[in-house]
């Protein structure tokens, strides 16, 4: 069945250098141009010449026809639905990131409401850890998040995709880029984050491989300086939470405007069985990686002195990525004498160190710039 596209503010938004680049990536060749005006593109189908008139100013009051005749000529020759070459021209400078959710339950193409919100979330976490990782590999990533990161999931476009539950990324590979070059050798920052992504899904896929051996944890923190966090990992958890999938592929379609190194990966699929794998994987990262200069503030709700009294262990309630924990601090000297005078007063105290986590358990290592916030006054 086909769709013809007549809607003519649909065919004025199409950019010429778009299909240009769509043109030379699927092998037509440009063979006589005058800028600004039109361009003539040709190449062999079923070993007859084929010609594509394609206008170079969109505000030609014919325009909309001529793109018209541009999808009616390409349906022709790739037997493909105007729809689907017009999507691709469209993101002819993105790489396309699907994510597809496979089971049972998702013959359908949908899922609960609640899962649906989960997994977008998780999608878009996913996507944050992988832009972190591009700007330097960390294990655990804090706020603030690098602004960098922070711009590139602001960037970057989703949509839903046919057939299972279906999402896919569009993340342009040049902004800036309006002239029509193939495979530009350069790496672009959303390049370099989806090339990280897949790379990380793949060591997660045979890290889980490695389960029977038995080695599977360390194969994953083995690597996780390069791309693998806890991040990550929370993320991807969430995706498989969220659909109830048996499985989720990960796929990329690269566009033509970037060079793909010969070791890209393109495809990776990772059986829910991944999950336990994830969630210990993540319970390791964050323990073993402090997190150096946390600011922890709140009060004092249980002091463990020492025998001397000059020293001791202090019970601090107060606020961790926005929801409220105990955190223990040793403290010494007039540290310890700070924070007894916080616990008898009920004042509020503030000190700086290393945060780290044990199970459920929070800990402030090599406390410094202990005050009270009635001595900062």
Not at 54 to 69: F, H
Not at 318 to 346: N, P, S, T
């Amino acid at each position: 069945m086909t769709s013809t596209i007549r809607n003519s503010a649909v065919l004025r938004a199409v950019r010429p250098q778009d299909v240009a680049v769509y043109l030379q990536a699927r092998r037509w060749r440009e063979q006589e141009r005058r800028e600004g005006e039109y361009a003539i593109w040709q190449r062999t189908a079923d070993d007859e010449p084929v010609e594509i008139l394609l206008p170079l100013n969109t505000a030609y009051r014919d325009y909309a026809a001529r793109i018209a005749g541009v999808l009616q000529t390409l349906e022709a020759v790739e037997q493909r639905s105007q729809l689907d070459i017009l999507a691709d021209i469209q993101t002819v400078g993105c790489d396309a990131i699907h994510m597809s959710a496979e089971g049972e339950a998702l013959a359908g193409g949908a899922i609960s409401l609640h899962g649906g919100t989960l997994f977008i979330a998780g999608v878009q976490n996913l996507m944050l850890a992988a832009a972190c990782s591009a700007v330097q590999p960390r294990p655990v990533f804090y706020d603030p998040v690098p602004e960098a990161a922070m711009a590139y999931v602001q960037q970057v476009r989703i949509s839903m995709g046919r057939g299972s539950f279906m999402v896919s990324i569009k993340a342009p590979v040049d902004l800036e880029a309006t002239q029509t070059h193939i495979g530009k050798r350069k790496t672009s920052f959303a390049r370099r984050t989806t090339l990280i992504l897949m790379q990380s899904l793949s060591v997660v896929r045979d890290a889980l491989d490695r389960s029977e051996s038995g080695h599977a944890i360390e194969t994953l923190l083995e690597v996780a300086p390069g791309g693998i966090s806890a991040n990550l990992c929370d993320a991807l958890v969430d995706l498989y939470r969220g659909s109830q999938a048996d499985q989720i592929r990960f796929s990329v379609t690269w566009s033509p405007l970037r060079r793909v190194p010969h070791d890209a990966v393109s495809d990776v699929t990772i059986p829910a069985g991944v999950v336990p794998l994830l969630q210990e994987a993540s319970r390791i990262l964050r323990e073993t990686t402090p997190r150096e200069g946390f600011i922890l503030q709140g009060f004092v709700v249980d002091l463990e002195p020492e025998s001397d009294h000059r020293q001791g262990r202090a019970i601090i309630e107060g606020l961790i990525d926005g929801d409220l924990h105990k955190v223990e601090c040793d403290l010494a000297g007039m540290h310890y004498l700070r924070a007894r005078r916080a616990f008898d007063r009920r004042q509020v105290i503030r000190c700086t160190g290393d945060l780290v986590q044990s199970g459920e358990r929070y800990i402030l290592r090599n406390p410094r710039n202990v005050t009270l916030l009635d001595e900062e006054s």
